[in-house]
């Protein structure tokens, strides 16, 4: 993942153009003529060896050495086999950027038998050049009058980014995007992706000032933790949708890319999707109907819809689709319904969705329109026609469109029919009020942005702080028992020691006992006394979700009630008869001795751990027992989680509202629940080898929770998709003046309460000299972006101490980097409470930040401050930074260099 470079293929200075030539068919003479129409104001040159003097124009060589300079952008539409070979001599000119639109190359080879995809990746590797494709469309900027394609069309200019893996897609995708006069701020497709992907350039995008949405269509994931990494930190600040398909053709495939434990890959996507806060649209019918909302809707102020149309029909159809996405319907307010019931006949019903009845003409709609759009209790209108004689298309669209160009709700149209409607839909184009062919669809669409809100407000949720216990004893004896597996070379954890593990992560497990044989379960079922339960363990039941299919396994394994030692003795008989049936005895594993108490009504939850081949860990949560139907309620998320993210799982999962309607203790279950979670979670990125933990069933009662059954199996460690919580990092300091202890340590969600109190005690000055300006209290959104960080790209250290009534913490101070996707430059920010200052505090935090900066390869850390904060440069020199003064933005400049730039090619990429 690097932006290295990008900028070389959306704004070059000079293009050539390779393979171009005047031949029917030849992509090259078509990228060429593209780019001559488009009106492209660079330099330009052709390239082809049969000896051309000029193409369509535009001088030709013979080769790269024969150019008169070297392009800031080389486009190759050359034949496969010379591909290699074009992009080695490109790399030793010093040329930075190419785009590679030939194809076949990932099933063609060279005379080595090596994949021509492979080549190119190793002729570029020694020189850096970055390279887009092979088998991309191309790359089209209409604010750079550049279409650097083989496509049919031209694009318009708009403010929405199109990146996609599937060039015929994108093809198709400016067709209809022409026809509708949509346009588009940059639109590319990545083809083979050999070293630009699409983190990268979506990393690119999200900083450009031109681009407000983002549009995705991917294929194939690769590079998870960067994908997730890229995706999240672009929504934070752009609306994103992602098209996600994910059929495989072969069955095979299909089964070997699912996680253990889960039937239905799209539910990963979701999860994943959901996590970073973007949409996901199923079908090119949702992508093309997305690209028109993110075209034309204002911002979003709520999710409250109201629907007006001429048929109650139509009206109920849109309503419904509401309804089926958990939408919501406006409650319209008095003075609302007042006013429509001075236009409307004295049996209109006074709610929402309006019917203006058959005979509604133009003006009605628009009055209407106008009404609902001033109604505080309305967030969105959706106009829905069905054409009349009184209300013919083109004239009631012109209408509408008067009202929705005054109004700051967004009006959403759909205009039912063909043969009249067309020309209403053109209108609303022409006039970007959005507009779609069914209800359905214009619904459809508006709760694309109503989801892209509500998973925004999800991620910024504060969480809130559990009183976890970190027994480090515990933690170090569950890594001895999963290392103690791996040395004996075992997949699995024992029964016993996956119940201990569990214990190692305070989670409530049922007492078990374990005895090799009949007599052995007898002894112990007369020290338990009461009614007891007997588990046959052999080699199949060792195994995470083995019971998964159905309880008729399950049942051949168990033993229950048994209340006396005749009782025990013939039940553990025929139990071990039938498991021998079906096992060998080298394969059985003895027999797991629970005492059982019936009485409390529990309610079974199955909760536990899976791989993803692509996600990596996710943690699921749903309903428990034995039944076939217990995958359908399987939710999952990746970790890690806090509360809040383990609270959003639970509420995904029927287990919800069953506890919601029935349980005496409902929050109190809920935070029981979210603090296993939570403990799962730190499991798993404790312990990257566990591949499976199943806990089926967790029983949930007025007791609390209960484990009583479990399996846990391991494998090569993987991390995380997410970086988790960098615990490793605090560490105890003393103040210089008073002594007083603190701890320095990354900064979290759970933080903003606190942080929000910290911002508050810092004087006028102190914010002034910070931000550059006089600012008022932050929001809740600008103290979860500054709390919830992204460990991957960002960095902030807090000093924290316990309050002096001993009641929690409290914040003192935080130094914050944002680093560049090349881990090239950082920027810092330090502030400190104005009543600390003196103490040391702002050089613990600085020096711990330069040591961190320099441990993860960073090359450059940098900042800037006012002139006027001589306190800031003081403490900047004293640490060894460099302080300049940048006169054209009025700043002095701190920089310092962390590691040896002549070690590393990145830095002399971005001084080039």
Same mark, same amino acid.
């Given at each position: ?177 022409? #026809? ?275 998973? &925004? ?95 008729? &396994? ?127 979670? &730190? ?55 008073? #002594? ?173």
């Amino acid at each position: 993942m690097s932006t290295s470079y990008l900028k070389r293929f959306f704004k070059p200075r000079s293009i050539a153009v390779f393979g171009a030539s005047e031949k029917p068919n030849s992509m090259g003479g078509v990228v060429l003529q593209n780019l001559i129409e488009s009106g492209y104001e660079g330099h330009l040159m052709a390239v082809n060896k049969a000896g051309y003097q000029e193409v369509f124009g535009v001088p030709c060589y013979s080769g790269v050495s024969e150019l008169p300079s070297m392009p800031d952008l080389a486009i190759i539409c050359s034949p496969p086999q010379a591909v290699p070979d074009i992009i080695r001599k490109l790399g030793a000119s010093l040329v930075r950027a190419a785009m590679v639109l030939t194809g076949g190359l990932s099933r063609s080879q060279n005379d080595s038998l090596q994949p021509l995809k492979d080549a190119i990746h190793e002729a570029a590797k020694p020189y850096g050049i970055r390279i887009l494709g092979p088998d991309c469309m191309g790359l089209l900027v209409p604010g750079q009058n550049m279409n650097a394609s083989y496509s049919h069309l031209n694009i318009q200019k708009g403010k929405v980014a199109y990146i996609g893996q599937s060039g015929i897609l994108g093809t198709a995708m400016i067709d209809w995007a022409n #026809g509708q006069g949509i346009g588009f701020s940059n639109f590319l497709t990545l083809g083979g992706s050999v070293d630009v992907d699409l983190p990268s350039v979506v990393d690119y995008l999200a900083t450009d000032p031109y681009t407000q949405a983002i549009l995705v269509q991917v294929d194939t994931i690769s590079h998870s933790r960067h994908f997730i990494s890229a995706i999240r930190a672009a929504a934070r600040n752009k609306l994103v949708l992602v098209l996600k398909n994910s059929i495989t053709f072969h069955l095979e495939d299909k089964k070997a890319l699912l996680p253990q434990g889960i039937n239905d890959a799209d539910q990963v996507y979701d999860a994943v999707l959901r996590r970073v806060g973007v949409v996901r649209v199923e079908t090119t019918d949702e992508l093309f109907d997305a690209l028109e909302t993110l075209t034309t809707m204002k911002p979003l102020r709520g999710e409250r819809l109201a629907i007006v149309g001429n048929g109650m029909g139509p009206n109920s159809l849109a309503a419904e689709c509401l309804f089926r996405h958990q939408g919501k319907l406006s409650r319209l307010h008095e003075d609302t319904v007042n006013k429509l019931a001075e236009l409307l006949p004295e049996f209109w019903d006074r709610r929402n969705p309006v019917d203006l009845n058959a005979d509604a003409t133009p003006a009605l709609f628009a009055q209407a329109v106008e009404i609902l759009s001033k109604d505080p209790d309305v967030d969105a209108v959706l106009v829905i026609h069905a054409p009349t004689r009184l209300a013919p298309s083109s004239e009631t669209a012109d209408a509408v469109i008067e009202v929705a160009k005054k109004t700051r709700r967004n009006v959403l149209t759909s205009w039912m029919g063909r043969s009249t409607a067309i020309g209403a839909r053109n209108r609303c184009n022409e006039a970007h009020v959005a507009t779609y062919i069914t209800p359905e669809k214009a619904v459809e669409a508006f709760m694309h942005m109503v989801d892209y809100r509500r998973n &925004q407000e999800a991620m910024r949720q504060t969480p809130i702080a559990l009183n976890l216990q970190k027994n480090r004893r515990s933690r170090m004896v569950a890594r001895e028992l999963v290392n103690n597996a791996v040395s004996r070379g075992r997949d699995y954890l024992r029964h016993e020691e996956a119940c201990q593990l569990l214990e190692c992560y305070d989670i409530p497990v049922a007492n078990s006992h374990y005895a090799t044989d009949i007599d052995g379960v007898v002894e112990i079922a007369k020290h338990l006394g009461g009614s007891v339960a007997v588990k046959a363990l052999h080699r199949e039941n060792r195994k995470p979700f083995s019971y998964d299919q159905g309880g008729g &396994q399950r049942w051949r394994d168990l033993a229950l009630d048994l209340y006396s030692i005749k009782e025990v003795k013939e039940a553990v008989t025929k139990l071990a008869y039938r498991v021998s049936e079906r096992h060998p005895e080298e394969e059985l594993r003895g027999y797991c001795v629970q005492q059982m108490k019936r009485g409390f009504q529990s309610l079974q939850i199955s909760v536990g751990v899976t791989r993803d081949p692509i996600f990596g860990p996710l943690i699921f949560f749903g309903a428990g027992g034995y039944s076939v139907d217990v995958q359908a309620d399987r939710q999952v998320m990746l970790p890690p989680l806090n509360e809040s993210l383990a609270r959003r799982l639970i509420k995904q999962s029927r287990i919800h509202r069953f506890l919601k309607e029935n349980s005496y203790r409902f929050k109190e279950d809920i935070a029981n629940l979210c603090e296993l979670l939570v403990h799962l979670s &730190q499991m798993v990125v404790d312990l990257p080898e566990i591949r499976a933990v199943d806990i089926n069933p967790l029983l949930i009662n007025k007791r609390g929770l209960l484990a009583v059954d479990v399996a846990a199996a391991i494998d090569a460690p993987v991390a995380t998709s997410i970086s988790p919580y960098p615990e490793n990092l605090s560490e105890t300091r003393y103040l210089k003046r008073s #002594g007083r202890e603190v701890i320095l340590r990354p900064i979290k969600g759970e933080d903003e309460p606190n942080h929000l109190e910290f911002f508050k005690k810092l004087s006028p000055e102190s914010i002034r000299l910070r931000y550059f300006y006089s600012r008022g209290e932050p929001t809740h959104i600008e103290l979860a972006n500054w709390t919830q960080i992204d460990y991957d790209r960002e960095m902030a250290f807090i000093a924290t101490t316990r309050r002096e009534d001993g009641e929690g913490f409290e914040t003192l101070g935080v130094a914050r980097t944002s680093t560049d996707p090349d881990n090239v430059q950082a920027e810092f920010a330090v502030v400190v409470r104005d009543d600390l200052q003196g103490e040391g505090l702002g050089v613990m935090l600085m020096q711990k930040m330069i040591d961190y900066c320099r441990q993860r390869g960073t090359l450059q850390l940098m900042g800037s401050t006012l002139p006027s904060n001589l306190g800031m440069q003081t403490l900047a020199k004293k640490l060894g930074f460099e302080n300049s003064f940048n006169a054209e933005e009025e700043v002095v400049e701190m920089k310092m260099m962390l590691n040896d730039p002549t070690e590393d090619w990145q830095f002399h990429r971005l001084q080039h």
